[in-house]
Protein backbone atom coordinates (compact mmCIF):
# COMPACT_ATOMS: atom_id res chain seq x y z
CA UNK A 1 0.00 0.00 0.00
CA UNK A 2 2.56 2.45 0.47
CA UNK A 3 4.96 1.55 -1.96
CA UNK A 4 1.42 2.46 -4.43
CA UNK A 5 1.47 5.82 -2.83
CA UNK A 6 5.12 6.64 -2.71
CA UNK A 7 5.12 5.95 -6.87
CA UNK A 8 2.38 7.96 -7.03
CA UNK A 9 3.78 10.95 -4.82
CA UNK A 10 4.38 13.94 -7.12
CA UNK A 11 8.12 14.66 -7.69
CA UNK A 12 9.52 18.17 -6.50
CA UNK A 13 13.14 17.86 -7.79
CA UNK A 14 14.68 19.88 -10.31
CA UNK A 15 15.55 16.81 -12.71
CA UNK A 16 15.59 16.46 -16.52
CA UNK A 17 15.29 12.15 -17.46
CA UNK A 18 15.07 11.07 -21.00
CA UNK A 19 13.64 7.89 -22.30
CA UNK A 20 12.90 6.10 -25.39
CA UNK A 21 9.67 3.74 -26.09
CA UNK A 22 10.73 0.03 -27.47
CA UNK A 23 9.27 -0.08 -30.58
CA UNK A 24 8.49 3.28 -31.36
CA UNK A 25 10.41 6.06 -33.02
CA UNK A 26 10.07 7.91 -30.08
CA UNK A 27 12.48 9.72 -27.65
CA UNK A 28 11.33 11.99 -24.90
CA UNK A 29 12.15 13.98 -21.85
CA UNK A 30 10.44 15.03 -18.62
CA UNK A 31 11.91 17.69 -16.76
CA UNK A 32 10.65 19.43 -13.29
CA UNK A 33 11.85 22.52 -12.22
CA UNK A 34 10.88 23.57 -8.51
CA UNK A 35 13.56 25.19 -6.21
CA UNK A 36 15.46 26.29 -9.69
CA UNK A 37 11.80 27.49 -11.07
CA UNK A 38 11.53 29.69 -7.53
CA UNK A 39 14.60 31.14 -7.46
CA UNK A 40 14.34 32.39 -10.71
CA UNK A 41 11.08 33.91 -10.71
CA UNK A 42 11.79 35.55 -7.24
CA UNK A 43 14.80 37.58 -8.22
CA UNK A 44 12.03 40.23 -9.91
CA UNK A 45 8.32 40.94 -9.58
CA UNK A 46 7.48 39.19 -13.04
CA UNK A 47 3.50 39.37 -13.63
CA UNK A 48 1.50 35.69 -14.26
CA UNK A 49 2.51 36.18 -18.05
CA UNK A 50 5.80 36.53 -17.68
CA UNK A 51 6.15 33.56 -15.47
CA UNK A 52 4.44 31.73 -17.67
CA UNK A 53 6.48 33.01 -20.92
CA UNK A 54 9.29 32.36 -18.12
CA UNK A 55 8.35 28.50 -17.66
CA UNK A 56 8.57 28.00 -21.63
CA UNK A 57 11.95 29.32 -22.27
CA UNK A 58 13.48 27.39 -19.51
CA UNK A 59 11.66 24.14 -20.42
CA UNK A 60 11.93 24.26 -23.87
CA UNK A 61 15.91 25.78 -23.24
CA UNK A 62 16.86 22.70 -21.44
CA UNK A 63 15.31 20.20 -23.23
CA UNK A 64 17.21 21.41 -26.65
CA UNK A 65 20.14 22.13 -24.55
CA UNK A 66 20.03 17.98 -24.13
CA UNK A 67 19.03 17.24 -27.41
CA UNK A 68 22.87 18.52 -28.26
CA UNK A 69 24.82 15.48 -28.82
CA UNK A 70 27.83 17.15 -27.66
CA UNK A 71 28.07 18.98 -24.06
CA UNK A 72 27.85 22.48 -24.04
CA UNK A 73 26.40 25.68 -22.95
CA UNK A 74 22.76 26.85 -24.66
CA UNK A 75 21.64 30.48 -24.33
CA UNK A 76 18.07 31.47 -25.45
CA UNK A 77 17.69 35.24 -25.95
CA UNK A 78 15.25 37.39 -26.94
CA UNK A 79 15.49 40.90 -27.57
CA UNK A 80 12.95 43.63 -28.33
CA UNK A 81 12.03 47.61 -28.15
CA UNK A 82 7.94 46.81 -27.34
CA UNK A 83 7.85 46.00 -23.71
CA UNK A 84 10.16 42.63 -23.28
CA UNK A 85 13.54 44.35 -23.74
CA UNK A 86 15.50 41.23 -22.80
CA UNK A 87 14.86 37.58 -22.22
CA UNK A 88 17.68 35.43 -21.33
CA UNK A 89 17.82 32.37 -20.34
CA UNK A 90 21.31 29.84 -19.86
CA UNK A 91 21.84 26.11 -19.73
CA UNK A 92 25.40 25.20 -18.62
CA UNK A 93 26.94 21.78 -19.60
CA UNK A 94 26.57 21.11 -16.03
CA UNK A 95 23.19 21.95 -16.08
CA UNK A 96 23.26 25.18 -13.90
CA UNK A 97 20.61 27.82 -15.17
CA UNK A 98 20.40 31.10 -14.91
CA UNK A 99 17.63 33.46 -16.50
CA UNK A 100 15.56 36.76 -16.37
CA UNK A 101 13.39 38.64 -18.12
CA UNK A 102 13.78 42.63 -18.47
CA UNK A 103 11.03 44.88 -19.20
CA UNK A 104 10.31 48.48 -20.20
CA UNK A 105 6.64 48.35 -19.65
CA UNK A 106 4.33 46.48 -17.84
CA UNK A 107 3.19 43.58 -19.47
CA UNK A 108 -0.73 42.76 -17.92
CA UNK A 109 -2.46 41.35 -20.68
CA UNK A 110 -2.53 38.88 -23.78
CA UNK A 111 -2.23 42.16 -25.59
CA UNK A 112 0.80 43.54 -23.89
CA UNK A 113 1.94 40.38 -24.66
CA UNK A 114 1.63 39.88 -28.21
CA UNK A 115 2.61 43.45 -28.94
CA UNK A 116 5.68 43.11 -26.77
CA UNK A 117 7.11 39.69 -28.77
CA UNK A 118 5.73 41.51 -32.11
CA UNK A 119 9.00 43.05 -32.77
CA UNK A 120 11.70 41.35 -31.27
CA UNK A 121 14.54 38.59 -31.99
CA UNK A 122 15.02 35.37 -30.46
CA UNK A 123 17.87 33.43 -30.94
CA UNK A 124 19.41 29.99 -29.67
CA UNK A 125 22.89 29.68 -29.51
CA UNK A 126 24.72 26.64 -28.83
CA UNK A 127 28.51 26.64 -27.75
CA UNK A 128 29.81 23.53 -27.39
CA UNK A 129 32.56 22.47 -25.11
CA UNK A 130 35.28 21.64 -27.87
CA UNK A 131 35.31 25.26 -27.90
CA UNK A 132 34.60 24.97 -31.56
CA UNK A 133 32.21 26.68 -33.60
CA UNK A 134 29.36 28.04 -31.76
CA UNK A 135 25.93 27.11 -33.41
CA UNK A 136 23.42 30.34 -33.64
CA UNK A 137 19.73 30.03 -35.07
CA UNK A 138 17.37 33.11 -35.49
CA UNK A 139 13.75 31.75 -34.58
CA UNK A 140 10.82 33.35 -35.88
CA UNK A 141 8.35 33.78 -32.83
CA UNK A 142 5.23 31.67 -33.45
CA UNK A 143 1.81 32.46 -31.29
CA UNK A 144 3.79 34.98 -29.18
CA UNK A 145 4.88 31.70 -27.12
CA UNK A 146 8.54 29.93 -26.76
CA UNK A 147 6.73 26.42 -26.86
CA UNK A 148 5.03 27.58 -30.15
CA UNK A 149 8.56 28.76 -31.21
CA UNK A 150 10.74 26.28 -30.40
CA UNK A 151 8.49 23.28 -31.36
CA UNK A 152 8.19 25.18 -35.17
CA UNK A 153 12.20 25.74 -34.99
CA UNK A 154 12.93 21.66 -33.80
CA UNK A 155 11.09 20.71 -37.08
CA UNK A 156 11.19 22.90 -39.70
CA UNK A 157 15.10 23.95 -38.94
CA UNK A 158 16.52 20.94 -37.46
CA UNK A 159 14.33 18.17 -38.69
CA UNK A 160 13.18 17.43 -35.29
CA UNK A 161 9.36 17.11 -35.03
CA UNK A 162 8.83 17.70 -31.48
CA UNK A 163 5.97 18.62 -28.91
CA UNK A 164 5.78 19.96 -25.50
CA UNK A 165 3.29 19.51 -22.84
CA UNK A 166 3.72 21.99 -19.79
CA UNK A 167 1.84 22.30 -16.44
CA UNK A 168 3.04 25.44 -14.81
CA UNK A 169 2.17 26.48 -11.12
CA UNK A 170 2.72 28.89 -9.06
CA UNK A 171 5.95 27.24 -7.97
CA UNK A 172 6.45 24.50 -9.93
CA UNK A 173 6.76 24.03 -13.94
CA UNK A 174 6.53 20.01 -15.21
CA UNK A 175 7.18 19.52 -19.02
CA UNK A 176 6.87 16.30 -21.27
CA UNK A 177 8.84 16.63 -24.74
CA UNK A 178 8.10 14.02 -27.29
CA UNK A 179 10.40 13.98 -30.34
CA UNK A 180 10.48 11.76 -33.64
CA UNK A 181 13.05 9.57 -34.15
CA UNK A 182 12.98 7.81 -37.97
CA UNK A 183 14.55 5.00 -37.96
CA UNK A 184 15.18 2.03 -40.37
CA UNK A 185 13.11 -0.21 -39.22
CA UNK A 186 10.40 2.92 -38.69
CA UNK A 187 10.20 5.15 -41.26
CA UNK A 188 7.13 7.10 -41.10
CA UNK A 189 5.55 8.51 -38.69
CA UNK A 190 2.06 6.97 -37.78
CA UNK A 191 3.95 5.69 -34.92
CA UNK A 192 4.85 8.45 -33.41
CA UNK A 193 1.57 10.36 -34.28
CA UNK A 194 -0.36 7.59 -32.27
CA UNK A 195 2.02 8.57 -29.14
CA UNK A 196 1.14 12.07 -29.76
CA UNK A 197 -2.48 11.86 -29.88
CA UNK A 198 -2.28 9.70 -26.27
CA UNK A 199 0.14 12.34 -24.84
CA UNK A 200 -2.10 15.11 -26.19
CA UNK A 201 -5.29 13.49 -24.30
CA UNK A 202 -3.59 13.72 -20.87
CA UNK A 203 -4.66 16.29 -18.23
CA UNK A 204 -1.71 18.53 -17.53
CA UNK A 205 -2.05 17.88 -14.01
CA UNK A 206 -1.42 14.65 -14.18
CA UNK A 207 2.48 15.95 -15.19
CA UNK A 208 2.17 17.35 -11.53
CA UNK A 209 0.70 14.59 -9.64
CA UNK A 210 2.82 11.44 -10.61
CA UNK A 211 6.36 10.77 -10.58
CA UNK A 212 8.47 9.86 -14.58
CA UNK A 213 7.70 6.63 -13.89
CA UNK A 214 4.18 6.18 -13.13
CA UNK A 215 3.00 9.28 -15.74
CA UNK A 216 4.64 7.11 -18.42
CA UNK A 217 3.15 3.71 -17.46
CA UNK A 218 -0.42 5.68 -17.36
CA UNK A 219 0.27 7.06 -20.49
CA UNK A 220 2.01 4.05 -22.43
CA UNK A 221 0.25 1.29 -20.55
CA UNK A 222 1.11 -1.21 -23.54
CA UNK A 223 4.27 -0.26 -24.10
CA UNK A 224 7.68 -0.36 -22.24
CA UNK A 225 9.32 2.50 -21.10
CA UNK A 226 13.04 2.80 -21.18
CA UNK A 227 14.72 5.67 -18.86
CA UNK A 228 17.79 6.91 -19.15
CA UNK A 229 19.49 7.94 -15.82
CA UNK A 230 18.29 11.20 -14.43
CA UNK A 231 19.97 14.24 -14.26
CA UNK A 232 20.12 17.08 -11.78
CA UNK A 233 18.79 20.75 -13.10
CA UNK A 234 19.65 23.88 -10.56
CA UNK A 235 19.48 28.01 -10.51
CA UNK A 236 23.46 29.32 -10.69
CA UNK A 237 24.69 32.49 -11.60
CA UNK A 238 28.26 32.53 -12.20
CA UNK A 239 28.68 36.45 -11.66
CA UNK A 240 31.76 37.23 -9.56
CA UNK A 241 34.09 40.67 -8.40
CA UNK A 242 36.30 39.88 -11.51
CA UNK A 243 33.63 40.05 -14.02
CA UNK A 244 31.79 43.16 -12.64
CA UNK A 245 35.27 45.05 -12.40
CA UNK A 246 35.81 43.67 -16.28
CA UNK A 247 32.24 45.33 -16.48
CA UNK A 248 33.88 48.64 -14.99
CA UNK A 249 36.83 48.15 -17.21
CA UNK A 250 34.71 48.19 -20.38
CA UNK A 251 32.67 50.94 -19.27
CA UNK A 252 35.95 53.17 -19.30
CA UNK A 253 37.21 55.38 -16.58
CA UNK A 254 35.49 58.73 -17.78
CA UNK A 255 32.31 57.26 -17.16
CA UNK A 256 33.04 55.17 -13.70
CA UNK A 257 34.03 59.12 -13.03
CA UNK A 258 31.30 60.42 -13.46
CA UNK A 259 29.15 58.18 -11.19
CA UNK A 260 31.79 58.47 -8.41
CA UNK A 261 31.58 62.63 -8.74
CA UNK A 262 28.77 62.13 -6.33
CA UNK A 263 29.22 58.82 -4.51
CA UNK A 264 31.29 57.47 -2.52
CA UNK A 265 31.09 54.31 -4.05
CA UNK A 266 30.06 52.31 -7.02
CA UNK A 267 27.26 49.87 -6.33
CA UNK A 268 26.52 47.15 -8.80
CA UNK A 269 23.72 44.00 -8.72
CA UNK A 270 23.49 41.38 -10.49
CA UNK A 271 20.61 40.98 -12.68
CA UNK A 272 20.42 37.11 -12.83
CA UNK A 273 20.64 36.73 -9.20
CA UNK A 274 20.65 40.18 -7.24
CA UNK A 275 24.06 39.70 -5.72
CA UNK A 276 25.37 43.04 -4.92
CA UNK A 277 29.24 44.09 -5.47
CA UNK A 278 30.37 47.50 -4.06
CA UNK A 279 33.64 49.42 -5.26
CA UNK A 280 34.92 52.53 -3.57
CA UNK A 281 37.14 54.98 -4.85
CA UNK A 282 40.48 52.89 -4.29
CA UNK A 283 38.97 49.75 -5.35
CA UNK A 284 38.51 51.75 -8.84
CA UNK A 285 41.41 53.68 -8.61
CA UNK A 286 43.36 50.27 -8.50
CA UNK A 287 41.38 48.46 -10.81
CA UNK A 288 42.05 51.23 -13.52
CA UNK A 289 46.21 50.80 -12.59
CA UNK A 290 46.06 47.31 -12.93
CA UNK A 291 43.69 47.00 -15.85
CA UNK A 292 46.32 49.88 -17.71
CA UNK A 293 42.97 51.52 -18.75
CA UNK A 294 44.99 54.82 -17.69
CA UNK A 295 44.47 58.24 -16.92
CA UNK A 296 42.59 57.60 -13.87
CA UNK A 297 44.34 59.52 -11.28
CA UNK A 298 43.67 62.44 -13.48
CA UNK A 299 40.60 62.54 -12.92
CA UNK A 300 39.70 61.12 -9.09
CA UNK A 301 40.97 63.20 -7.09
ZN1 LIG B 1 24.66 36.79 -10.33
Redesign the pocket.
Same mark, same amino acid.
Given at each position: MSLVRSKKKSDKSDTIQSFTMDGYPVRGWVIRLNTTYRSIISQRPYPNLLRQLMAESLVTSVVVSEMCVEPGTLMMEYTGTEGIDLLSVRCTQENEI?ALIQTSKVIQSKTHLKSSLSEGLLTVTYHPRSKGESYINDIPIMDYSMLSSMTHFLENSERMPSQFKLAITPHSVVGLCLQYVPTFEYENSVDYEHVLCRAGAMKEEHLLQYNNATLLCKLFPEETICFDQTKKLCFK?? +?SCQKMQDAMLDMGNANIAKILSDKEKIEIT +?D? +?N?QYEFDRIDVQQLFKIGQRGGWSNIIH
Open positions: RCD +C +CY +CK
